[in-house]
């Protein structure tokens, strides 16, 4: 039997990557020529300044760019891909005026497969490599989504949206049809692409699920090991409609925990208006909170308070919200973060920033150990990212990157060394 060698591949660049900083806050390590080699499997070899003669094979000579992580978007809604930028007012009305209307299109495979093309290259573009996606609640239009990821080469954990209340007709689907269908996705896609694609349990959010679909989802969550995946305390009328669906909890948190789709598994979006009690207990379980600022500052939902999970060490992971994010793109998205921050008085350094959209969204997530930052042994998930000439030294890059992204353009992206993007011009 002849076993299939694809010979280590070498790439020459600068070199940005984050670095967490003893006792907290966030560095970067970066390398004006470097050498980036990947070996068979996808992995990192080796990350060194460039020496002649240093590897022996062909060389591909990506500078002036800047290798760096890929992206990772760890919220974003697939089917809100064309309805980006809606002003439809805040979260509940934005919901019935421009989501849900343009949600019901899904249940026509050909428009699913049509803008699950769209959504892969917009990410491409945008330079994520990694994205967390919630699809509709119907499962064709999930397959095509998990058919688009595979044929983009992304790495991608997505799930069905669960919804059986509260919602229009059509995207209303009971429990007993729902987690069959979730079960069958599970063993179609779970762990497909060679172990890049994922399922995630997505029930919408409390105000949107009753308490047997979120019992059932739980338990397929707990039978596979999956990800979980909902938005909690995004805004006050929200949280007083998810009281209202289930009087039997304590409060918002209290009802994914109850149900048990609360574990160390679970991205919590938004997070604006919880209590102590429920930051205390987030942090009891290793949960983790997704922060959508750009979101929030669309639907004026509020402005999140990265303090309160600072201070109890959760993990923090960064996400676009797209379509109540204004952009796919993740710079958009820190940009935002620092803004956001700024309202609470407190000014997040661009390396911090950087940090939170690759290795901290990365440990967040789950996969901290396999990507999020260009080291040894993680999986070479990069991108090449071409600066105007006169950006020159780490600082320099990190605030162009951060904060003006236009200057900044995403030249190739690599997923496990090979190439899956490259900018058209
Ligand atoms: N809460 C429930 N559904 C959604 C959604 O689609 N987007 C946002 N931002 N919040 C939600
Ligand atoms: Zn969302």
Not at 21 to 34: M, T
Not at 87 to 102: I, K, N, Q, T, Y
Not at 288 to 299: A, E, K, R, T, W
């Amino acid at each position: 039997m002849t076993i299939a060698h694809r010979p280590p591949r070498a790439y020459r660049g600068r070199l940005l990557t984050p670095l967490a900083a003893p006792g907290g806050g966030a560095a970067v390590r970066y390398l004006d020529d470097a050498l980036l080699v990947v070996d068979e499997r996808g992995r990192i070899a080796q990350v060194e300044p460039f020496a002649l003669g240093a590897f022996r094979g062909p060389v591909l000579d990506l500078r002036p760019a800047v290798l760096m992580p890929g992206f990772i978007d760890a919220h974003v809604h697939f089917p809100q891909t064309r309805v980006i930028g809606s002003a439809s007012g805040p979260l509940l009305d934005w919901l019935e005026r421009s989501v849900f209307p343009e949600e019901v299109r899904f249940r026509d495979d050909g428009y699913a497969a049509l803008v699950a093309g769209e959504f892969t290259s917009r990410l491409l573009a945008s330079g994520t490599t990694t994205c967390v996606v919630f699809s509709s609640s119907c499962p064709g239009a999930t397959d095509q989504l998990f058919r688009a990821l595979l044929r983009a080469g992304l790495r991608g954990i997505a799930g069905l949206t669960l919804m059986d209340r509260n919602c229009p007709e059509a995207l209303c689907v009971p429990h007993d049809e729902a987690i069959p269908a979730a079960r069958d996705l599970v063993q179609r896609w779970h762990g497909a692409g060679d172990g890049l694609l994922e399922f995630a349990i997505t029930p919408r959010f409390a105000p949107s699920c009753s308490r047997p679909l979120m019992e059932a989802a739980a338990r397929l969550a707990l039978d596979h090991g999956l990800l979980v995946q909902t938005h909690i305390a995004e805004t006050l009328a929200e949280a007083e409609a998810a009281r209202r669906e289930h009087p039997w909890a304590r409060d918002y948190l209290d009802v994914y925990d109850r149900v048990g789709l609360l574990t160390g598994r679970t991205l919590l979006a938004h997070g604006i208006h919880l209590s102590s009690r429920e930051w205390d207990r987030i942090a009891e379980v290793g949960s983790s909170v997704v922060h959508c600022p750009d979101s929030n500052f669309f639907l004026g939902s509020g402005r999140m308070r990265l303090a309160d999970a600072r201070a109890r060490a959760v993990p923090v992971a960064l996400g676009s919200d797209v379509g109540a994010g204004r952009s796919f793109d993740m710079r958009r998205s820190m940009s935002s973060a620092f803004d956001n921050a700024l309202c609470h008085g407190e000014r997040l350094p661009p390396a911090d920033l950087f940090f939170t959209a690759t290795q901290g969204t990365a440990d967040a997530v789950g996969l901290g150990c396999v990507i999020g930052s260009l080291d040894p042994g993680k999986e070479a998930d990069f991108i090449a990212v071409r600066f105007p000439d006169h950006v020159l030294g780490a600082s320099e890059l990190l605030n162009h990157l951060v904060f003006a992204p236009e200057t900044a353009s995403v030249q190739r992206s690599f997923i496990r060394g090979k190439p899956i993007y490259s900018h058209q011009p």
